[in-house]
């Protein structure tokens, strides 16, 4: 699986910092550490960019890649710092990606025509004009319109990642189903392309001790479901060790609940009880609650 290092966020205080203050070297030392770790893309999120964006991308860029030899995922909505993002990124190591092009006219017609100038790849994220679609059907029906856009202007299939939209457990539990649905879907409808997801936000709001758990029982769902990749935490050793594909038996575990076998909890050991009953939850076969592995 593909692994999309999130770490580089305006955000964060310390990353935040540096990058208004033009410091390079926080801002290096992270990259070197992702790359290190194994990140596949670095994620550079500038959130907003509403004043200085081009300049800021083009200072990010250029100080990431004098020390990580790995390509960029380019994620702010200034569409002019995503160009600058675009002209300043070295190819070498494989091409930038536009972080992201929703399913909304005015953001395809401002974006597609930048990913075929600069032969970017690019995140399709099923955000239509009316918002979060509902189900996996009006994310069918999205994606379908973003594959169709990527096509009138050349872009390569295997360019295009899908982006579901992962949502909050706690709060849109039966959104979370219909993301895992559409992701099922995928390999069928869409087999010449990627996919990828911010993954973390499955457990936004959820009680901080059980985060880590929601993350990587869902990053197992979703590789089981034929995910290409994903947008989490590169510095987070047991994260990587799913994506790796490096803990068979719990992801054989939660193989079994997805494909709805009834598992018998007393057969498994405490950790494996664990994934089960929180995949249970992520696949709504029981009701969520910051409680449901007490249950």
């Not at 995928?186 to 996919?195: G, N, Q, T, V």
Request: net charge negative; hydrophobic share 40%; with cysteine.
């Amino acid at each position: 699986m593909y692994v999309i290092a999130e770490n580089i966020n305006i955000m964060s205080n310390v990353i935040g910092a540096a990058m208004r203050g033009r410091d390079p070297k926080p801002i290096q030392d992270l990259a070197v550490k992702l790359a290190e770790a194994g990140a596949d893309y670095l994620d550079i999120n500038l959130g907003p960019a509403r004043k200085g964006g081009p300049e800021l991308m083009e200072f990010v860029v250029k100080t990431v890649q004098e020390v990580a030899q790995k390509p960029l995922y380019l994620d702010t909505m200034n569409v002019d710092a995503i160009e600058a993002g675009l002209k300043a990124h070295n190819n070498s190591w494989g091409k930038p990606v536009i972080n992201s092009i929703m399913a909304r006219p005015e953001r395809m017609d401002a974006l597609f025509p930048l990913a075929q100038k600069y032969e970017s790849a690019l995140v399709a994220l099923v955000y239509g004009p009316e918002g979060l679609p509902r189900d996996e059907n009006e994310r069918a029906l999205l994606a379908t319109d973003l594959m169709a856009k990527g096509m009138e202007f050349g872009i390569p299939n295997e360019d295009v990642w899908i982006d579901p939209i992962v949502v909050p457990l706690n709060s849109q539990q039966q959104q979370v189903l219909g993301c895992t649905n559409f992701v099922m879907m995928l390999p069928e409808m869409a087999p010449d392309y990627k996919s990828t997801c911010g993954l973390s936000n499955v457990s936004n709001g959820s009680p901080e001790k059980l985060r880590p758990l929601l993350n990587q029982t869902y990053l197992c769902i979703l590789r089981k479901c034929g995910m290409k990749g994903a947008i989490l935490d590169g510095l987070d050793p047991e994260i990587l060790s799913f994506a790796r594909d490096e803990r068979a038996n719990i992801e054989a575990v939660v193989g079994r609940i997805v494909d709805g076998e009834t598992v018998d909890l007393s057969t498994l050991s405490e950790e494996e009880v664990r994934f089960a009953k929180t995949a249970k939850v992520l696949m709504n076969h029981s009701l969520y609650s910051d409680s449901w592995l007490e249950l």
